[in-house]
């Protein structure tokens, strides 16, 4: 099983900052990993797919890159609505695994 | 408007069985694979399995907590997935998901149903 692990586990940020989250998988995946976002109590929304691929809909302030097993997640431009748990997930072999997650705060 | 709408959850005793549902709409359900993932009060994501499209061969994997209690299936003419659940455990306890993946050769999960919760508790 691939495990998924992310940094930090947690973020306070204040809106207009920059935030960088990591996600860093236990072999080499290519490129099969994917971003989600999650507010509390709604179910999560993809934002990137394929480390670097943007989401239809997903705002421009949200990127992704990375490849192998080191993957970023940036949120340029922090908004006040982006305060969520933000997740990564593998899809490059079963079973399917997420990461533990991130949350981000809003100072 | 591509839409996923779970439902059949609720309290359940220990060792008794739940069958939830999926119902789709808005995109041709027999083209996608379907998901359920579920998670755990204050918990991450957790991927219970899958069921291919029929093209893809209609076959189901799970994870291995579920593995011969869970099964999942489709009626590609009703456009549901149904997740059947026996032998629960205080552990299978939390929200459950449905989810399709983005298409033919696609393995990400782009739109998700708003969950229902599954409790099981004596």
């Known amino acids: 099983e691939i495990v998924l692990t992310q940094s930090p586990d947690f973020q306070s940020v204040t809106p207009k900052e920059k935030v960088t989250i990591t996600c860093r998988a236990s072999?080499?995946?290519?490129?099969?990993l994917h971003w989600y976002q999650q507010k509390p109590g709604q179910s999560p929304k993809l934002l990137v797919k394929?480390?670097?691929q943007s989401f239809s809909g997903v705002p421009s302030r949200f990127s992704g890159s990375g490849s192998g097993t080191d993957f970023t997640l940036t949120i340029n431009s922090l908004e006040a609505e982006d305060a969520a748990t933000y997740y990564c997930?593998?899809?490059?072999?079963?079973?399917?695994?997420f990461g533990p997650g991130t949350i981000v705060d809003i100072k | 408007e591509v839409q996923l709408v779970e439902s059949g959850g609720g309290l359940v005793q220990p060792g008794r069985s739940l069958r939830l549902s999926c119902t789709a709409s808005?995109?041709?359900?027999?083209?996608?694979?379907m998901i359920w993932v579920r998670q755990a009060p204050g918990k991450g994501p957790e991927w219970v399995g899958f069921i291919r499209s029929k093209t893809d061969g209609g076959t189901t994997e799970y994870a291995a907590s579920v593995k011969g209690r869970f099964t999942i299936s489709r009626d590609d003419s009703k456009s549901i997935a149904y997740l059947q659940m026996n032998s629960l455990k205080s552990e299978d306890t939390g929200v459950y998901y449905c989810?399709?993946?983005?298409?033919?050769?696609?393995?990400?999960?782009?739109?998700w149903g708003q969950g229902t919760l599954v409790t099981v508790s004596s």
């Open positions: 997930h593998q899809s490059y072999s079963l079973p399917r695994t």
């Open positions: 808005g995109f041709t359900f027999g083209d996608y694979a």
């Open positions: 394929y480390g670097s």
């Open positions: 989810t399709r993946e983005g298409g033919v050769g696609a393995s990400h999960y782009d739109y």
């Open positions: 072999q080499s995946i290519g490129s099969s």
